[in-house]
């Protein structure tokens, strides 16, 4: 079993929540405990919630901080809790505790938790600055984050992780991780579903409160999904699904802030980059995981 925590903004792209839902489907995944970040961080403990109990799973899940260390707020609402009245849900949840939970379980497995942050980086910035030492008891920390695209048609894009609390993601990439990976844009934005594809498929019990959330994703933003978070999730258990570089990252916080700034390197270089993605094999064990969950596997 792979023990992970999980770092989330659901409730915005609906991504999260099919992240979420792969991790509460996968076999091997001990999901230790669920902390939300940015805007509405308790609204959104109330969406992981509605997914956490369709899954018949109790996971501890804590509100972490709903505005960046230094700046404006750039993630104010979350949009996807209009689905909240229809899915059931818990609505306390305990206060002002969750980088110390991290912290907490990261200390009482050393060498074991893979941190996975698909948010904004302000709660594992704290955590990082709170308790330094929790770095180097991590098994890794892998991060939906970032744009590595120097000639392509994203290159130059500034990602809205990194973006939206680039301080904190900068207390990030300095972290001494064992395992420090990237799925930045350059990847994941080569793995879309559309919408029509994803009513089509979406059919697993646990995935409906997900079709409704992204229902909302579709009437108000895009008609498809970008895997961006189930495919950093997918790299912990299935790590070849892409080709990784090592090298150098740093973010820019004055000039162009939040914009990741890579610099390719031998082998011992501190961060792991994702370059390439065998897409067609994702999708297969995407679905291979969901639909084969029955919500039985994890007792």
């Known amino acids: 079993m792979t023990k992970i925590l999980l770092d989330t903004d659901i409730g915005t792209d609906v991504d999260d929540a099919v992240c979420l839902a792969y991790l509460l489907s996968h076999p091997d995944c001990e999901l230790l405990g669920i902390t939300t970040v940015t805007g509405e961080a308790e609204k959104r403990a109330s969406l992981a919630s509605v997914i956490c109990k369709a899954a018949g799973r109790d996971i501890p ?41 991290m912290a907490q379980a990261i200390r009482a497995h050393p060498g074991e938790v893979t941190l996975l942050t698909i948010g904004p980086l302000t709660n594992a910035g704290l955590l990082f600055s709170k308790y330094p030492d929790v770095a180097e008891l991590l098994a890794g920390l892998v991060m ?6 120097e000639t392509g048609s994203e290159a130059g894009r500034i990602e809205w992780n990194i973006a939206c609390d680039p301080p904190a993601s900068e207390i990030i990439y300095r972290a001494p991780v064992r395992l420090h990976r990237s799925l930045g844009l350059n990847v994941t934005q080569r793995v879309m579903m559309s919408v029509d594809q994803v009513r089509e498929k979406y059919t697993a019990p646990l995935l409906r409160p997900v ?63 994702a370059m390439a993605v065998d897409v067609d094999r994702y999708f297969e064990h995407f679905f291979h995981i969901v639909g084969e969950y029955k919500g039985t596997q994890h007792g």
């Open 61 to 101: 899940i804590y509100p972490g901080a709903d505005r960046p260390m230094n700046g404006e707020q750039r993630q104010s609402i979350a949009q996807q809790a209009a689905a909240l009245p229809r899915w059931p849900h818990e609505t306390d949840f305990p206060q002002g505790q969750a980088v110390d939970f």
């Open 144 to 149: 939906m984050g970032g744009n590595f695209d």
């Open 211 to 273: 079709l409704d959330m992204a229902e909302i994703w579709f009437a108000g933003f895009y008609p498809f999904i970008t895997y961006h978070d189930p495919l950093a999730a997918a790299t912990i258990f299935e790590p070849d699904l892409c080709a990784y570089q090592q090298g150098t990252v740093s973010v820019d916080t004055t000039d162009k802030p939040g914009k990741t700034i890579w610099q390719p390197g031998g082998p011992e270089a501190p961060h792991q980059v």
